[in-house]
């Protein structure tokens, strides 16, 4: 298991921090300057070496995008997964593992405040649900999860088989929020027994998932988080974790320091290490502390810092408890 680190923006001043702090992966998004319906093999190869330059690695790639096309199954999504399958392979080609990718179709993560207060006037973001009760519907109207996961389905038979052919492992992020509908889009990727259906439905070593901690923690249907870990880390799914916590399940909740919440995080750690898991894990979705401003809302530096230091304590104790 390896801390990761992504950095909003991808800077040399980044990438020197996270080896000061003992970080050893770096995610990244698109490379800067690339444009078009597919990720460019050079760009992401110049930007793999530039990280490796700096004594880390890049091993996961986030927000390739998976157009409304696709997700809807509307007329030209055949040329969308093209693109999306070429962008696969030049990721292989690349040398980089594993794609973040999401299914919320319409509009992606979702929060009512970019700066609500959290402890000692933190900035952080929420959800209230009661707020978009009077939300328009999207420009796709009302739309039910069977087009979801028909859709869905179509996209793994294609998509899989390249992602193996090319030593990609898909990761599968959670809805953010997980819950059904909103603005009239239904949102399937939201339980515990929907990832369950993810696994099975096109069965393969690359279709597996990011376990986004805040995410699982917010599901209706998840009581124990590190049950949750056990299960799908046992059957090596989880290519990719997201650590972090919110305040309390849907249908509101707001984001909170990694040592403040509800969730037994030491325990979510135990449960990682004891099921196997030797992927990248990042802190997610951190407050905005005192002194800085909030232009990237959740991805700012200070308490990603924190988090970092809280996160490898949380590993050292887990490997001692291990050790009996």
């Known amino acids: 298991m390896n801390i990761a680190f992504y950095p909003v923006p991808l800077t040399d001043g980044a990438l020197r921090l996270a080896s000061q702090l ?7 998004g698109r490379p800067e300057g690339d444009s078009g319906p597919v990720w460019d093999f050079m760009a992401l190869l110049r930007m793999r070496q530039r990280v490796e330059a700096a004594g880390l690695k890049l091993t996961v790639l986030e927000s390739v995008p998976v157009t409304d096309r696709v997700k809807l199954g509307l007329p030209g999504r055949d040329e969308d997964l093209d693109h999306f399958c070429q962008s696969v392979r030049n990721m292989g080609a690349a040398g980089i593992p594993v794609l973040c990718y999401n299914w919320m179709a319409g509009f992606g993560w979702l ?15 929420s959800y209230k649900h009661e707020l978009m009760q009077n ?5 796709y109207g009302e739309v039910g999860e069977d087009q979801l996961w028909d859709a869905f389905e179509y996209f793994l038979k294609r998509v899989v088989p390249v992602a193996e052919e090319s030593g990609v492992f898909l990761a599968l992020h959670p809805d953010d929020p997980p819950l059904s509908p ?12 929907a990832f369950k259906h993810v696994i099975e439905l096109v069965p393969s070593p690359n279709n597996g998932l990011t376990f986004c ?9 998840v009581r124990d988080v590190p049950e949750a870990i056990r299960y799908f880390g046992e059957r090596n799914k989880i290519f990719f974790a997201h650590f972090r916590d919110v305040s309390s399940k849907i249908p509101s909740f707001s984001e909170v320091f990694h040592d403040e ?5 030491l325990a979510c750690m135990q ?16 407050p905005t502390l005192e002194g800085e401003s909030n232009e990237h809302p959740g991805y700012m530096v200070m308490g990603k810092v924190f988090a970092f230091g809280y996160m490898r304590g949380l590993i050292e104790a887990a490997r001692k408890q291990s050790a009996g």
């Open 213 to 221: 901690q805040g995410n699982f923690a917010a599901m209706a249907d």
């Open 261 to 265: 919440g509800p969730t037994d995080m």
């Open 111 to 125: 929060r009512t405040s970019l700066a609500d207060r959290g402890r000692g006037g933190a900035l952080v973001t």
């Open 271 to 286: 449960a990682y290490l004891d099921s196997g898991f030797d992927g990248p894990i990042r802190p997610d979705h951190a």
């Open 22 to 28: 003992g970080v050893a992966d770096i995610v990244a």
């Open 135 to 139: 939300a328009p519907l999207t420009e």
């Open 182 to 193: 909103i603005r009239g889009m239904a949102r399937i990727m939201r339980s515990f027994e």
